[in-house]
């Protein structure tokens, strides 16, 4: 079964960089790494979950942003690594949640629940 396991989160100044990662593990031989489209999702107390970045299929590689997140935040994956990262940059107040990555056949963020595949998450943190 696939796993997902976020790493890098933490806490940091407003104006910092954080640089998330998601290694994956558990594909089959017909469906791999490569197939899945790979997100991040933010969730912050109150609020649903929002996706904040997605890259598409190895074969594809569309990327996709939320747009407060647009020229600040940078997704890409990994194949040799099975990893996706998601590269945090002049982080704000409003960017702290904790961070999911999740994989999907597309990058359909507006509808989380359909996420197949689900890691623990990570804590981010921003202050002053």
């Known amino acids: 079964e696939v796993q997902l396991a976020e790493s890098g989160g933490g806490l940091v100044q407003a104006g910092g960089s954080l640089s998330l990662s998601c290694a994956a593990s558990?594909?089959?031989?017909?469906?791999?790494?490569?197939?899945?489209?790979i997100a991040w999702f933010r969730q912050t107390p109150g609020k649903e979950r929002e996706g904040v970045a997605c890259?598409?299929?190895?074969?594809?590689?569309?990327?996709y942003y939320e747009d407060s997140v647009k020229g600040r935040f940078a997704i890409s994956r990994d194949s040799a690594k099975s990893a996706v990262r998601l590269q945090m940059d002049r982080l704000k107040f409003e960017d702290a949640g904790v961070y999911y990555c999740?994989?999907?056949?597309?990058?359909?963020?507006?509808?989380?629940?359909?996420?197949?595949?689900w890691g623990q998450g990570t804590q981010v943190t921003v202050s002053s």
């Open positions: 999740a994989a999907a056949d597309g990058c359909d963020m507006s509808n989380y629940p359909a996420w197949g595949f």
């Open positions: 558990g594909f089959s031989f017909d469906v791999t790494f490569d197939h899945y489209a």
């Open positions: 890259i598409t299929s190895a074969d594809d590689g569309t990327i």
